[in-house]
C-alpha cells in the first residue's frame, strides 16, 4: 500500500487476563485529527463472519472491496468521525483464538465485556462513551453487549451511548424476517430477478395459500393495532411454503453471479480479497486471500497457524434451535433487550438497505412494529422523511471531472427515508446492498454522525 494508514493497533486480548488460550481479536484505530473521549465498536453478522470484512471493505481507513485491483483511502472511514475498533467476535471467528463456549447472547456478551476491560485497560481508557455498531446477525450481538455493559453499572468503563445496526436480525427472522416478505421482494424488483410470469404467479399463489399475505396487510400498520403472533419456521415441514429458498436457488439458475448481499450484481463475477464476494467462495486465480497472507498475519500480530477465512462455520455449540435455529438461545432483541437499550440511550439506529435478499426491509419494519418501547408498540405514524445528501462525492469526484463530468454527481439527493420516534431512529437506504458503509458510504457516514450526536436528523 502506497499510503500511510495512520496509528493502527491489532492483536488478540484474552477474555480472561488468566487464560491466554481464549482470546478476541481486534483492530484499534485512534481517530483521524483530534482525540475525542470516545469509541464505537464494529461487529460481523453470520454468525461466524469476522469483522475485518468491515476494516477492509466497509468502514475502515483504507478499502478494498469486490472488484478492486488495489486499496485506496476510504474518503468515508468512520475513523474520519471517532476512535474504531474492529472485534472479531465470538471466541472462534477468524483469528479469535480458543473453544467456543457460546450457548447464547447473554454468554458471549459477558465475554465481550471482559475482553472490552482488558482492552481499556491497555490503552489506558477509561470514561469514554461507547457506541456500538454492526450488521445483519450483529442485530442480535450489539443490543445484548450494551444491555450487559448497562448492567456494569460502570460508567468509567461501560458508558454504553448509543447503537446501530444494519440489515438486522432483531426480530423473529425465519418466517417473518424472511418467508413472509419474499413475494415483495421479488414483485417490486422482477426488472432485476427477471422471473417468468408462470414463476410469479405460483410464488403470489403460495404467498396468499400460506399466510403471508394476510400476515404483512394485518401487522404492517402505523400505528399497530396489536402484538403479533409467534411464528417460527419448522424445516422439516414448511415444504412448498419455503418461498425464501425457493426464489434463492432459481435467481442462481437466471443469474450465476447472483449475489443476494446485492442483487443487483450481474457476470462476470467479481474476485474479491476477502475471498467470498456472495455466497459463493471466489478469489481472483492466484490471488490469495488477504488475510491469510504471511506478511499480513506478521503485521497484524495474528496467530500466524491460523487459516483465515471471512466466515468459518456457526460457532454456537448446539448448532440448532433457538429462534434463529443456529444453537443460540436468547430472545429476539425486539422482546426485552433492544427496548431496554432504546430506552436507556435515546440514541439506536436501525437502519435496511433496499437491494438484499439476506434481511428485506418490510421484514426489519415488521419486527419494528412488534416492539414495544417508551410505552407504546411500534411506530405510531408511517416512515415518510426524505434522506437526502448533500455531501460532496469525495470517493469519484476526481474521475469525474478528469471524465469531464464536474458536479454531475453532486449533490447525490434522496437516497432513503428517516424516521425518528422515542429514541429510535430509522434510516432506510435506497440503491445499497447489505453492507451498508460499502455500498452507500455518504448516508452510512450521516448516520454515524447522528449516532455520535452530531446531528439531529439524516
Given at each position: 500500500?502506497?499510503?500511510?494508514?495512520?496509528?493502527?493497533?491489532?492483536?488478540?486480548?484474552?477474555?480472561?487476563?488468566?487464560?491466554?488460550?481464549?482470546?478476541?481479536?481486534?483492530?484499534?484505530?485512534?481517530?483521524?485529527?483530534?482525540?475525542?473521549?470516545?469509541?464505537?465498536?464494529?461487529?460481523?453478522?453470520?454468525?461466524?463472519?469476522?469483522?475485518?470484512?468491515?476494516?477492509?471493505?466497509?468502514?475502515?481507513?483504507?478499502?478494498?472491496?469486490?472488484?478492486?485491483?488495489?486499496?485506496?483511502?476510504?474518503?468515508?472511514?468512520?475513523?474520519?468521525?471517532?476512535?474504531?475498533?474492529?472485534?472479531?467476535?465470538?471466541?472462534?471467528?477468524?483469528?479469535?483464538?480458543?473453544?467456543?463456549?457460546?450457548?447464547?447472547?447473554?454468554?458471549?456478551?459477558?465475554?465481550?465485556?471482559?475482553?472490552?476491560?482488558?482492552?481499556?485497560?491497555?490503552?489506558?481508557?477509561?470514561?469514554?462513551?461507547?457506541?456500538?455498531?454492526?450488521?445483519?446477525?450483529?442485530?442480535?450481538?450489539?443490543?445484548?453487549?450494551?444491555?450487559?455493559?448497562?448492567?456494569?453499572?460502570?460508567?468509567?468503563?461501560?458508558?454504553?451511548?448509543?447503537v446501530l445496526t444494519y440489515d438486522p436480525t432483531i426480530g423473529e427472522i425465519l418466517?417473518?424476517?424472511?418467508?413472509?416478505?419474499?413475494?415483495?421482494?421479488?414483485?417490486?424488483?422482477?426488472?432485476?430477478?427477471?422471473?417468468?410470469?408462470?414463476?410469479?404467479?405460483?410464488?403470489?399463489?403460495?404467498?396468499?395459500?400460506?399466510?403471508?399475505?394476510?400476515?404483512?396487510?394485518?401487522?404492517?400498520?402505523?400505528?399497530?393495532?396489536?402484538?403479533?403472533?409467534?411464528?417460527?419456521?419448522?424445516?422439516?415441514?414448511?415444504?412448498?411454503?419455503?418461498?425464501?429458498?425457493?426464489?434463492?436457488?432459481?435467481?442462481?439458475?437466471?443469474?450465476?453471479?447472483?449475489?443476494?448481499?446485492?442483487?443487483?450484481?450481474?457476470?462476470?463475477?467479481?474476485?474479491?480479497?476477502?475471498?467470498?464476494?456472495?455466497?459463493?467462495?471466489?478469489?481472483?486465480?492466484?490471488?490469495?486471500?488477504?488475510?491469510?497472507?504471511?506478511?499480513?498475519?506478521?503485521?497484524?500480530?495474528?496467530?500466524?497457524?491460523?487459516?483465515?477465512?471471512?466466515?468459518?462455520?456457526?460457532?454456537?455449540?448446539?448448532?440448532?434451535?433457538?429462534?434463529?435455529?443456529?444453537?443460540?438461545?436468547?430472545?429476539?432483541?425486539?422482546?426485552?433487550?433492544?427496548?431496554?437499550?432504546?430506552?436507556?440511550?435515546?440514541?439506536?439506529?436501525?437502519?435496511?438497505?433496499?437491494?438484499?435478499?439476506?434481511?428485506?426491509?418490510?421484514?426489519?419494519?415488521?419486527?419494528?412494529?412488534?416492539?414495544?418501547?417508551?410505552?407504546?408498540?411500534?411506530?405510531?405514524?408511517?416512515?415518510?422523511?426524505?434522506?437526502?445528501?448533500?455531501?460532496?462525492?469525495?470517493?469519484?469526484?476526481?474521475?469525474?471531472?478528469?471524465?469531464?463530468?464536474?458536479?454531475?454527481?453532486?449533490?447525490?439527493?434522496?437516497?432513503?427515508?428517516?424516521?425518528?420516534?422515542?429514541?429510535?431512529?430509522?434510516?432506510?437506504?435506497?440503491?445499497?446492498?447489505?453492507?451498508?458503509?460499502?455500498?452507500?458510504?455518504?448516508?452510512?457516514?450521516?448516520?454515524?454522525?447522528?449516532?455520535?450526536?452530531?446531528?439531529?436528523?439524516?
Open positions: 500500500m502506497d499510503f500511510d494508514l495512520g496509528e493502527l493497533y491489532s492483536g488478540v486480548i484474552p477474555v480472561d487476563m488468566r487464560n491466554a488460550s481464549r482470546g478476541l481479536f481486534y483492530v484499534f484505530q485512534p481517530t483521524i485529527g483530534a482525540p475525542v473521549d470516545e469509541i464505537t465498536i464494529w461487529l460481523q453478522g453470520g454468525p461466524g463472519c469476522s469483522s475485518l470484512e468491515g476494516f477492509l471493505q466497509e468502514n475502515g481507513r483504507f478499502q478494498w472491496a469486490w472488484g478492486q485491483f488495489t486499496p485506496t483511502i476510504n474518503q468515508y472511514s468512520w475513523v474520519n468521525l471517532t476512535n474504531m475498533l474492529w472485534v472479531e467476535f465470538p471466541v472462534g471467528v477468524g483469528f479469535s483464538i480458543g473453544d467456543s463456549r457460546a450457548t447464547d447472547e447473554e454468554v458471549i456478551a459477558e465475554e465481550f465485556n471482559k475482553f472490552f476491560l482488558n482492552f481499556q485497560k491497555l490503552f489506558g481508557i477509561s470514561n469514554f462513551k461507547i457506541y456500538v455498531t454492526g450488521e445483519s446477525y450483529a442485530g442480535r450481538y450489539a443490543p445484548y453487549i450494551a444491555s450487559g455493559m448497562m448492567d456494569k453499572n460502570d460508567t468509567a468503563h461501560y458508558n454504553v451511548s448509543g418466517w417473518v424476517g424472511q418467508q413472509a416478505v419474499t413475494y415483495p421482494v421479488l414483485q417490486q424488483n422482477n426488472n432485476l430477478f427477471r422471473f417468468n410470469q408462470s414463476f410469479l404467479n405460483k410464488m403470489q399463489s403460495l404467498d396468499k395459500s400460506c399466510g403471508y399475505a394476510d400476515y404483512r396487510d394485518t401487522y404492517l400498520k402505523y400505528p399497530p393495532t396489536q402484538v403479533q403472533p409467534s411464528k417460527s419456521v419448522n424445516s422439516s415441514s414448511i415444504g412448498e411454503c419455503d418461498l425464501w429458498h425457493t426464489a434463492y436457488f432459481a435467481a442462481y439458475a437466471l443469474n450465476p453471479c447472483f449475489n443476494p448481499y446485492l442483487f443487483t450484481m450481474q457476470c462476470p463475477l467479481q474476485g474479491d480479497p476477502l475471498g467470498f464476494p456472495s455466497d459463493l467462495v471466489y478469489t481472483y486465480p492466484g490471488v490469495p486471500v488477504y488475510f491469510n497472507r504471511t506478511d499480513v498475519k506478521k503485521a497484524m500480530h495474528a496467530p500466524m497457524n491460523r487459516e483465515w477465512s471471512l466466515c468459518n462455520g456457526n460457532p454456537f455449540l448446539a448448532g440448532e434451535g433457538g429462534p434463529v435455529n443456529v444453537g443460540d438461545f436468547s430472545a429476539d432483541p425486539i422482546q426485552h433487550i433492544l427496548p431496554r437499550v432504546i430506552e436507556a440511550t435515546q440514541r439506536v439506529l436501525v437502519s435496511n438497505s433496499d437491494l438484499q435478499y439476506e434481511t428485506p426491509t418490510t421484514g426489519t419494519l415488521l419486527a419494528i412494529q412488534n416492539m414495544t418501547w417508551g410505552g407504546k408498540l411500534g411506530f405510531q405514524a408511517k416512515p415518510s422523511k426524505p434522506i437526502y445528501i448533500t455531501e460532496p462525492d469525495l470517493q469519484y469526484e476526481a474521475v469525474f471531472a478528469a471524465s469531464g463530468f464536474d458536479d454531475v454527481d453532486d449533490p447525490q439527493g434522496t437516497i432513503g427515508v428517516q424516521h425518528f420516534e422515542r429514541g429510535l431512529m430509522w434510516a432506510e437506504a435506497f440503491l445499497c446492498g447489505h453492507m451498508q458503509p460499502q455500498f452507500q458510504p455518504r448516508s452510512s457516514y450521516r448516520h454515524l454522525q447522528w449516532l455520535l450526536g452530531h446531528i439531529q436528523t439524516l
